[in-house]
């Protein structure tokens, strides 16, 4: 069963990642981590494929985690200088 910073974040025991907890993530504005990562816009994807290409095999080559897409980046995460 997963069990990443989001599920952590939120308070959530291991399992599927859900709806409700992408809301309560977005809500909180829970900060990227190690295992997972936020994308707003798919079109930014598709323009910026290296970048994110990075941030997949970044992804893969350690433990795993999760990127969530197409969602409103949590404030604390959109205001960080990257």
């Known amino acids: 069963m997963a069990y990443t ?3 952590r974040s939120v308070g959530s025991p291991p399992g599927p990642v859900t709806a ?3 809301e309560q993530a977005v809500t909180a504005s829970v900060s990227e981590a190690e295992d997972l990562g936020w994308k707003q816009d ?3 994807v ?3 494929n290296r970048e994110y290409a990075k ?3 970044a992804l893969a080559n350690a433990r ?3 990127i969530v897409c ?3 980046v949590p404030v ?3 205001s960080r200088p990257r």
């Open 42 to 44: 798919a079109d930014a």
């Open 76 to 78: 604390a995460r959109a």
């Open 55 to 57: 941030d997949f095999a």
């Open 5 to 7: 910073s989001l599920h």
């Open 46 to 48: 598709k323009d910026n």
């Open 70 to 72: 197409l969602l409103p």
């Open 20 to 22: 409700e907890m992408l």
């Open 64 to 66: 795993g985690g999760i």
